[in-house]
């Protein structure tokens, strides 16, 4: 029994892309079911075919010998033995794919093709009638959209990556025009199916995007985990790639020979240092063990929760620039607060569900040279006390196995004028400290046990160091 996944939305929205990206993760085929159409529309094209000429171009399909090539990892369209994978990418292609698409014998062409994958695979595939007609039985259906103008302008930007001359303007006439005909064509039209489940990426960049579809699909398989075996198992296997994927650096191997430019270091002191000035103002504001502060980027600060402001009391001190999780909450405020806290090196993080995209994010951020801010408490403290630490900072230093700087923000009652404030560093636990060799769920407790503690040993409140034993 093979797991499907069916993904489909009007054109633009970024199906292809996140499905082959969810697809890599869950080590799953990937099905383009639009490179199949453009490549009939490719095909009719360069043979002199009238797209307007139904008859014609049925006629036309005996003479097609169409494949799904899968090389290295990445899925390649043979069109009679011809590799096509770029050809087909154009937006004369694109509206030929909307017209032969709604050719019934053309979807018949297709359907065992697209059929016979799914059958022998598990798969993600993409499509506008994946859920209704393809895949009416999938194990889970997603439909997925965003404003014309967004998609438009997604296009846009791709198109002229790779040559295309087409303005704006031309773009999006060509998307409402797609979706016009997709929507009101007689066989199999763009619909969504009724239990699949909407997801509007406008304004979602497509690392969120790919985030939320792949937690869609582990939550969505996890409700059916009572049901047959083969999900339960396949369930199992998407958890234990996820953990081994996790150690083995998800892919991304952190290089800590990796620097950000050093115009960006620059303006980011700049902006530094104005917002420190503010702060001073604003606050009695101390920094302890400076010293302890790596002059490089790629390393994992792991702080005491306090308040909101704590992400860029942490940065004040330090002259790489952070990237930090934040609760998804944050994200769906308002679009100004979203596009400050993105600013700010801010990344969405799905609480108490095992978030593993986030930490995927994180050892990304690493990788690019960014240091990374960690709270493993999760929630603010009101009172000061360290709370208990998650599994979660543990797994991300052993997979990134670089040095984590503990840090302990200290004040007392809340963030008010001119409340003194202190900052401490503490010395970093380097990675052979860690000895995050084998890594089980006792080893991650043992692992957030020692951040914790080191955590703990900064935060001092009326000269009294917290326990750490109180808050295990």
């Known amino acids: 029994m093979s797991i499907n996944i069916a993904l489909d ?18 080590e799953y085929v990937y099905v383009d079911t639009g490179a199949l159409y453009r490549s009939i529309a490719l095909y009719e094209i360069e043979h002199g075919v009238d797209l307007n000429n139904t008859d014609d171009i049925i006629a036309s399909l005996k003479n097609i010998d169409l494949k799904l090539a899968y090389i290295d990892g990445s899925q390649r369209v043979l069109l009679c033995k011809e590799d096509v994978s770029d050809k087909i990418r154009t937006s004369e292609i694109s509206m030929g794919a909307s017209k032969v698409s709604a050719i019934p014998a053309v979807r018949e062409f297709l359907f065992d093709l697209q059929q016979n994958i799914a059958r022998e695979n598990n798969i993600i595939m993409d499509g506008r ?48 025009q797609r979706d016009y005909n997709d929507m009101h064509r007689e066989i199999a039209p763009l619909k969504k199916a009724d239990d699949a489940i909407e997801i509007d990426t406008t304004k979602l960049d497509l690392d969120e995007s790919v985030e939320v579809i792949y937690n869609t699909v582990i939550e969505e398989l996890k409700k059916k985990s009572e049901g047959p075996s083969e999900v339960k198992k396949e369930i199992s296997n998407i958890q234990n790639k996820e953990n081994n994927g996790l150690l083995r650096g ?40 400076k010293e302890n502060i790596p002059k490089d980027g ?28 934040a609760k998804e909450e944050l994200f769906k405020k308002n679009i100004f607060f979203t596009m400050l806290i993105k600013a700010l090196g801010a990344f969405p993080v799905t609480r108490g569900k095992g978030d593993f995209s986030a930490i995927d994010m994180s050892l990304k951020r690493l990788n690019k040279g960014r240091n990374l801010v960690i709270f493993p408490e999760g929630t603010r403290s009101k009172d000061g006390r360290v709370g208990r630490g998650k599994t979660g900072v543990a797994l991300v230093a052993a997979a990134a196995n670089v040095p984590i700087i503990p840090v302990g923000i200290v004040f007392e009652g809340k963030l008010k004028f001119r409340k003194k404030i202190v900052v401490k560093f503490g010395k970093a636990i380097s990675p052979n400290q860690l000895n995050s060799s084998e890594i089980n769920p ?26 750490s034993s109180d808050n295990e």
């Open 298 to 325: 790629s390393n994992i600060f792991a702080s005491n929760h306090r308040s909101y402001a704590d992400p860029v009391l942490i940065a004040l001190g330090v002259r790489i620039p952070f990237s930090f999780m």
């Open 129 to 176: 009638d994946i859920g209704t007609v393809v895949l009416p039985n999938a194990d889970v259906k997603i439909f997925l959209t965003a404003s014309a103008e967004e998609r438009a302008n997604r296009r846009f930007k791709e198109l002229h990556e790779n040559g295309d001359t087409s303005s704006y303007e031309e773009v999006l006439a060509d998307i409402k």
């Open 250 to 289: 998800l892919d991304v191997r952190i290089d800590k020979n990796n620097r950000l430019s050093h115009c960006r270091v620059f303006f980011y002191n700049i902006l530094r240092y104005i917002v420190l000035f503010v702060f001073h103002i604003f606050y009695d504001l101390k920094f302890v063990g």
């Open 442 to 467: 006792k080893e991650l407790k043992k692992l957030k046990q020692t951040i914790m503690e080191k955590i703990v040993d900064l935060v001092e409140i009326d000269n009294l160091y917290i326990n």
């Open 9 to 26: 939305g009007p054109s633009g929205a970024g199906k292809s892309t996140i499905a082959k990206a969810v697809a890599k993760k869950l």
